[in-house]
């Protein structure tokens, strides 16, 4: 059984115990995407003034796509498409050839421009995609070569 003092002694520690802190505030800088599937995940950032979703996702073929701010995906303005692809082989290259082919195929006057991106550590295979309502840019990368 507790005593008076006891008592006390226990309020008055409690009673001038710090107030639990506040949750941080959100950083200004929230850009920082983890997108995951089944049995693979990759961090993202969202480009200052583009903002990232996983919503329909599926149904432009990616698993994350970005979109200026404000914009939504009727629009067909800019967009950001990334996507995660089991690799079959180390033939990275003659992959983007069959997705060009596929594309030349479904729109014949459809153009292919170099464009020179990096991957630490790995190999990039690159083209823009140059399309009617648009360009895209499409960057197949081996992180693993």
Known sequence: MLNAAGFFVGLLIIGTAPAPSPPPSPSA?????????DQWSFYAHE???WTGFTERSGEIGSNVYFLHNGETLEQNGSL???SIEKKIDNAVASDLAAD??????DEPDIQFVDFQADYPGGSVFAKIYRRSNGD??????????
């Open 80 to 82: 950001i498409r990334v």
């Open 29 to 37: 800088d929230m850009h920082n995407l983890i997108v995951y599937g």
């Open 136 to 145: 895209e840019y499409v960057a197949y990368v081996d992180t693993a070569p």
């Open 47 to 49: 480009p200052d003034g």
């Open 100 to 105: 060009m082919a596929r594309f030349k195929h």
